[in-house]
Structures are given as C-alpha cells and as structure tokens.
C-alpha cells in the first residue's frame, strides 16, 4: 500500500488545519494507521493513531484536546483534525502503517507516506 499525505500549510497558533493520508494499491481498512510528525532537529514523534475498526485511538498528551484521528473507508483515507494549533506544533507529518494502537500506546510504523509540512507561526 501507498499512502500519501497532505493538507499541511502555514497556520497562526489558534489555527486549525486537516490533515489526509490517501491510500493507493491497498485498502486502509485493513490496517492500523498513525500520524507522525518530525520537528527540525528532534526525533520522530508519535501523535495520533487509529485501529483499523476505528474503535481504538491513541492521541500523544501534548495534542489530546486538539487534535482528532478519523478514518473514512469510503474514500480510503484517514485524516488528522488539528485545532488550535501551536507553535510547537510545527514539523513535517507523516502518515504510516502500524502494528499496535491501544489507547495508551501506538507502535510501529510499516508503510510510510511522505510527509506534509505544517508551519504554526503568527
């Protein structure tokens, strides 16, 4: 599977933008997915991840309040709702493939989309 981000862009803190991981050669249904974000000069960063049945949902604590994961079979895509958005906030994103999601833990990561830059900048 292929996943592609996008959607990130320059926001002012208090901001809100959405964040979509389109999958091609694969059905997203069939696999848990994560948001990841890398801010310039630290490591990865786990943010945000859905179970594949989209019961089950890990959100970092820095972004619990803020952001929201959601998947939509239909289109194949899960997206990341990210509202008032900080300037900690900017990094490039990236969505993957993931072997664990729990509410209080997501590991892994498989499949890696490109990323998608979200600047939060006033």
């Known amino acids: 599977v292929q996943l592609q981000a996008s959607g990130g862009g320059l926001m002012q803190p208090g901001g809100s933008l959405r964040l979509s991981c389109a999958a091609s050669g694969g059905t997203l249904a069939n696999y848990h997915i994560g948001w990841f974000r890398q801010a310039p000069g630290k490591e990865r960063q786990g943010v945000s991840c859905i179970h594949k049945t989209a019961v089950v949902k890990y959100h970092e604590d820095s972004v619990k309040g803020r952001f929201t994961i959601s998947r939509d079979t239909a289109k194949n895509t899960v997206y990341l709702q990210m509202n008032n958005l900080k300037p900690e906030d900017t990094a490039v994103y990236y969505c993957?493939?993931?072997?664990?999601?729990?509410?209080?833990?997501?590991?892994?990561?498989?499949?890696w989309g490109q990323g998608t830059l979200v600047t939060v900048s006033s």
């Open positions: 993957a493939t993931v072997q664990t999601v729990t509410k209080h833990y997501c590991i892994g990561g498989t499949y």
